[in-house]
């Protein structure tokens, strides 16, 4: 576990991206299987997201490595043409919090690789922030992009209080996962 940057970190990183794109972007397919998965992005984000962030940062704890991972995902986001601002904003966001919270809690200390993998499982929330924010263009982007039905459905299961319940449950995978993560991958987690 490294704190500073060298081409090794910088290998390791550009690995980590590629991981963490693939891994949001499979998020977001399963978001289209039903609308309970895409109303549940955050619950699927903590399981699949969380381990490769937690990984990133064991391995690299030099400041920049979240806003390395956020600049990825706005890069695919341009890639794919997905680049809008309920897009880019909330990963651009989410990776100035990450790194944020390392400089004040210590990249190197546990708690740190945990909350910034925590706030990284965040990658999908442009997406999935909108049937609650922007409910009208999500309901007419469903109409147009998904089979019938689902628009109605995907209203009819996303209430606004399960919004705060979403979050809640998907920080609670991301801290399961994280831990699972550590021990799986024997990172160490002894709480530095």
Request: charged share 10%; proline share 3%; aromatic share 12%.
């Amino acid at each position: 576990m490294e704190n500073k940057w060298n081409k090794k970190n910088a290998l390791w990183l550009a690995l980590y991206v590629v991981l963490y794109a693939v891994t949001t972007a499979i998020v977001c397919v399963l978001g289209s299987i039903h609308p309970i998965m895409f109303v549940c992005y955050q619950v699927t984000a903590g399981i699949l997201v969380t381990g490769v962030a937690t990984s990133t940062f064991t391995r690299i704890q030099a400041p920049g490595a979240a806003l390395c991972l956020s600049a990825g995902m706005t890069a695919l986001f341009f890639i794919i043409g997905e680049a809008s601002h309920w897009h880019c904003v909330p990963i651009i966001v989410i990776g100035v919090l990450a790194e944020i919270a390392g400089l004040i809690i210590g990249n190197e200390k546990w708690l740190a690789i945990v909350v910034k993998s925590i706030i990284m499982s965040f990658s999908t929330f442009g997406f999935y922030g909108q049937i609650w924010f922007n409910r009208d263009y999500t309901y007419l982007c469903a109409i147009d992009e998904m089979p019938e039905g689902y628009a109605d459905t995907l209203m009819n299961v996303s209430p606004a209080w399960s919004f705060p319940v979403v979050i809640v449950i998907g920080i609670v995978v991301s801290v399961i996962i994280a831990n699972v993560t550590a021990r799986l991958f024997k990172l160490d987690s002894r709480g530095r």
